[in-house]
């Protein structure tokens, strides 16, 4: 297994990389070496079977070889260097045709041994160019013979060496076809297989894409339907204002109503944003070290307020010495979403608690005794599957806030999970990095901030 390692290395050294060379450019390069090697073969044989001339020849190919493959290889050349492989090549086996007993010797095989090669790695509108070129060379050669013998002189100085040429050759034509078919056919097998396989990742792309795709059109078509229901609801409140007199009493209920769907509206637009932003562009998330209840007790104070209109008790119990490793826009979006999840499914006269716990990490827990989520429905929570439901006062939600969540959570190297039962509430619990913070340290530095204010 190491030597098929180290011989598969070497390969790619003298061929190319795949990522750097064409199939094309990478069989030019097989071709130039067999064809090295073959020639070197050739050159002590020639010789010492009596054919020292074709020998010479021999090593000038060699050496031309060389150079060709030189200039595809190391220059990049590929075209400048199979135009010269293929004038070169059929001026050399012309060459040895003469000086090798013309159709008595193996030139013509070897001739056909070169036409394949030198069309196997050619670009496909040039092979034309040289079977022509080829046909026309060997049959000049051919009619030279025949019309002036004197021209090809026998070269042989026995049977025995012509016996031995012939024999040579054609072991020299077997094993370069051998081995030039034998890389050309694993390198198609390996393209085809990397085209299967990039066929394949894209049609599973192509799937995930439309159903993602599916399920965002579904999605915006739930929220533009939704968006539609409190617009217009908020529509006939103003018109009712406007068009009759009402008591003081009606008035203050009317924006009472007013005030909640703009609240619904304006979490379930901005929650739209904040996913469609995450979707386009990415999010950029600032983690730091944040006292937990500092960056969290304004948005309690609005919260807590809009739960008191609905007549729901919400209280928290978060020590002012945890500190976390948060974005504190995105733990303020989650805990936000919580909340208004919590203040919407909890009735009239409920309670809804927030409390911190300090233990590997900090768990931020929010429980209510609303409605609870049925147990068909838990599993689809956390995705774009959630159905559109609606709070004790109707208020309408798409779910996209607990898909933030989720996203944002993660995102801040955190976790989210609940508890719900159906009729007796949810607990949903959020678990991010702890920091650790001096407490002596962190309360001077609470009693001078409180100097400042």
């Given at each position: 297994m190491q030597l098929k390692t180290v011989f598969r290395r070497i390969q790619l050294a003298l061929v190319g990389e795949t990522a750097e060379f064409s199939l094309e450019t990478r069989i030019y390069h097989s071709v130039?070496?067999?064809?090295?090697?073959?020639l070197a073969y050739n050159v002590p044989f020639n010789y010492f079977v009596g054919l020292p001339k074709v020998a010479l020849i021999n090593l000038i190919a060699v050496f031309a070889f060389a150079i060709l493959y030189y200039i595809?290889?190391?220059?990049?050349?590929?075209?400048?260097?199979?135009i010269g492989l293929g004038i070169f090549g059929n001026l050399f086996f012309a060459a040895v045709f003469f000086l090798n007993s013309g159709i008595n010797g193996p030139t013509l095989i070897l001739f056909a041994l070169f036409f394949y090669l030198l069309s196997a790695t050619v670009p496909k509108k040039q092979q034309w160019i040289w079977l022509l070129v080829n046909l026309i060379?060997?049959?000049f050669c051919c009619i030279s013979q025949y019309i002036s013998p004197l021209w090809v002189p026998n070269s042989y100085e026995s049977v025995l060496s012509r016996f031995t040429d012939t024999i040579s050759a054609y072991l020299v034509v077997i094993f370069s076809i051998f081995f030039s078919l034998r890389y050309i056919r694993m390198n198609y097998e390996t393209e085809k297989k990397s085209a299967i396989d990039k066929?394949?990742?894209?049609?599973?792309?192509?799937?995930?894409?439309?159903?993602?795709?599916?399920?965002k059109n579904k999605l915006f078509s739930i929220v533009a339907h939704d968006l539609r229901s409190p617009l217009a609801s908020i529509q006939s409140y103003l018109e009712l204002l406007t068009a009759f007199p009402?008591?003081?009493?009606?008035?203050?209920?009317?924006?009472?109503?007013?005030?909640?769907?703009?609240i619904n509206t304006s979490n379930m637009m901005g929650n739209l944003l904040s996913w469609s932003k995450s979707q386009l562009d990415g999010v950029q998330v600032n983690i730091q070290s944040l006292n937990l209840m500092k960056t969290m007790r304004d948005m309690l104070k609005v919260e807590a307020s809009i739960a008191h209109e609905k007549n729901i008790m919400l209280t928290h119990q978060i020590n002012e010495n945890i500190y976390v490793s948060a974005d504190a826009n995105?733990?303020?979006?989650?805990?936000?979403?919580?909340?208004?999840?919590?203040i919407k499914f909890t009735?009239?006269?409920?309670?809804i608690q927030i409390v911190a716990i300090q233990e590997n990490d900090c768990q931020i827990i929010v429980t209510d005794s609303?409605?609870?989520?049925?147990?068909?429905?838990?599993?689809?929570?956390?995705?774009?599957?959630?159905?559109?439901?609606?709070?004790?006062?109707?208020?309408?939600?798409v779910g996209l806030g607990l898909i933030l969540c989720k996203e944002f959570i993660e995102l801040q190297k955190g976790s989210i999970g609940f508890i719900s039962k159906e009729g007796l509430g949810t607990s949903f619990t959020i678990s991010l990095p702890m920091v650790k913070i001096d407490v002596n340290s962190s309360s001077q530095e609470n009693e001078f901030s409180d100097l400042i204010e």
């Open positions: 130039c070496i067999v064809a090295f090697f073959a595809s290889r190391v220059k990049k050349r590929f075209y400048f260097s199979v060379i060997v049959i066929a394949l990742d894209i049609e599973l792309k192509n799937i995930q894409l439309e159903l993602v795709n599916g399920e009402l008591k003081e009493e009606e008035k203050k209920e009317i924006e009472l109503k007013l005030l909640s769907l703009t995105m733990l303020l979006l989650v805990v936000r979403n919580l909340v208004n999840n919590a009735p009239e006269g409920g309670n609303g409605q609870g989520i049925a147990e068909a429905d838990q599993k689809y929570v956390f995705s774009l599957k959630a159905k559109s439901t609606f709070g004790t006062n109707n208020e309408k939600g």
